[in-house]
């Protein structure tokens, strides 16, 4: 780590560091913050000419305290002619994602695309932005350092993300990342290598569940897990014993599983609730096959869901991908993966949902008899203790529960996070998100690009184009 000044025009920024076990890029990235230069507009004045991209910073002799100076001049925000009316159609891509809403890409600072996909999904939902933001600066004490750094470095990125037009470098967040879990700062012939997009989701939604936990005079909310946490309850039976137990436990997410059977989304979910293991049996005395049938006991605010491509190759000893085509839908109804106490908690919420739905749709219904109707379906939800079929909304301006509301188990698509290429340690990773507007962006690094909601779907894989690697879906719901 070295520490230069940097002249750019009339300012000099005394204190930059430079991690020179970072590519150039990385230093270029750090300058674009400070002055607004984009690193393809800048030159680095450096012994021997200017500093590329690509340069070995121990060949280059930079020394510690060393004074660079830096050319170039900052981006401007490209605007709309003032006089006559301009349509959004007829408006450059890049203007239409700025007046679309969030526009912000983030810098790929050397094979850390799994890592930018993975942000610009988790950013998209709001509840998890008010959770951030009423994170406080000061560690609580059962919590340690890196889990701390890393949850307000989560929050301070999507602050910058919120604020900014124009892309931005992830330093801090990156830098923090590494710290907490090593592996994200693996190398290999001085480059870091490209990661895994579901191991950074996991590790990340992992870590912020611990920090934003929020004490109650009853119970520790987990805000996280209720915005992302399905509970599964399991009969695990032995046919050659006779044994059985039930067991529950709580995941971030559902597997897709894919096997040469599975065509639908549905039908890998059905897969993966399903499983064998072995096991030891107290009344044989020995290991005995187990099959384990899973069903959804509570559902969550937001459903993410993993197609599992990735699998240990045992003759070339690396990951391989699975490319078979699994279709995905934008509205996912997941009633019949639910047990029978969940799917009793959604049969009222799921009637006014349709009731509501048929009026939009402009089909004819008595206001008496249905509002006398919903007044009944509304008394005959049953309050739960531990959540199922139910949640409070929070409001993403103040960060306060508001009124109740009632989970369908219905879904609707609204993040997308794919893998283009032939191995898990290789290949790109691109996010592809739905906007508040309804429009659709594709987020690849740091160029964001408007796409049509007709193609979301068509990333099901089948080729070495983009296929879906994980799936959010957010839930539709009723009033109380």
Not at 68 to 88: C, N, Q, R, S, W
Not at 103 to 121: A, E, I, R
Not at 321 to 344: H, M, N, T
Not at 384 to 409: A, D, F, I, Q, W
Request: charged letters at 25%.
């Amino acid at each position: 780590m070295l520490t230069v000044s940097v002249k750019w025009q009339k300012e000099v920024f005394p204190k930059v560091e430079i991690d020179t076990s970072q590519p150039p890029y990385v230093f270029k990235c750090q300058l674009y913050d400070l002055t607004g230069v984009p690193p393809e507009r800048q030159k680095i004045m450096v012994k021997g000419g200017i500093l590329k991209d690509d340069a070995d910073w121990a060949a280059l002799g930079v020394k510690e305290g060393q004074k660079l100076m830096m050319m170039g001049t900052a981006g401007e925000i490209v605007k709309a002619p003032e006089k006559g009316p301009v349509f959004m159609e007829d408006l450059p891509e890049e203007e239409q994602v700025v007046a679309l809403g969030h526009n912000s890409g983030l810098f790929n600072l050397g094979n850390t695309c799994y890592m930018n996909s993975t942000m610009q999904c988790l950013h998209s939902v709001p509840e998890l932005k008010s959770a951030l933001v009423k994170y406080g600066s000061e560690r609580n004490n059962n919590l340690d350092q890196t889990s701390h750094m890393l949850t307000v470095a989560t929050r301070d990125l999507f602050n910058e993300l919120d604020k900014s037009i124009k892309p931005v470098a992830p330093m801090q967040f990156w830098m923090v990342l590494r710290k907490k879990y090593p592996q994200f700062g693996q190398l290999h012939n001085g480059v870091f290598m490209q990661q895994d997009a579901e191991e950074c989701w996991t590790q990340i939604l992992y870590t912020l569940s611990q920090s934003l936990s929020l004490p109650s005079s009853s119970e520790d909310l987990d805000a996280v897990k209720k915005l992302f946490g399905v509970e599964l309850v399991s009969r695990v039976h032995c046919q050659e014993s006779g044994e059985e137990s039930s067991e529950t436990e709580s995941v971030y997410s559902l597997k897709c599983h894919i096997s040469h059977e599975v065509n639908h989304l549905h039908e890998g979910l059905k897969h993966g609730l399903k499983s064998e293991l072995e096991k030891a049996s107290p009344s044989l005395g020995r290991s005995a096959l187990y099959i384990k049938d899973s069903h959804i006991n509570a559902l969550p605010r937001y459903l993410t869901i993993q197609f599992v491509r990735f699998f240990w190759k045992r003759e070339s000893n690396q990951k391989a991908k699975i490319l078979r085509k699994v279709d995905y839908p934008l509205v996912l109804d997941v009633y019949d993966l639910c047990s029978d106490d969940l799917r009793k908690n959604l049969e009222t919420p799921r009637q006014i949902l349709r009731t509501e739905e048929g009026k939009k749709a402009g089909l004819k219904t008595s206001d008496d008899s249905s509002s006398k109707d919903n007044d009944v379906k509304m008394t005959d939800i049953k309050e739960s203790s531990n959540g199922v079929g139910e949640l409070s909304t929070v409001t993403p301006e103040e960060g306060v529960p508001s009124n109740k509301e009632h989970l369908t188990g219905i879904y609707d698509l609204v993040a997308v996070l794919t893998h283009k290429g032939r191995s898990a340690d290789s290949g790109h990773y691109v996010s592809w998100v739905k906007q508040e507007s309804g429009k659709w962006i594709q987020f690849d690094d740091d160029n964001p690009i408007l796409q049509r909601e007709e193609d979301i779907t068509k990333l099901s894989g089948g080729g070495d184009w983009h296929m879906a690697y994980i799936c959010m879906y957010k839930a539709r719901v009723v009033p109380m």
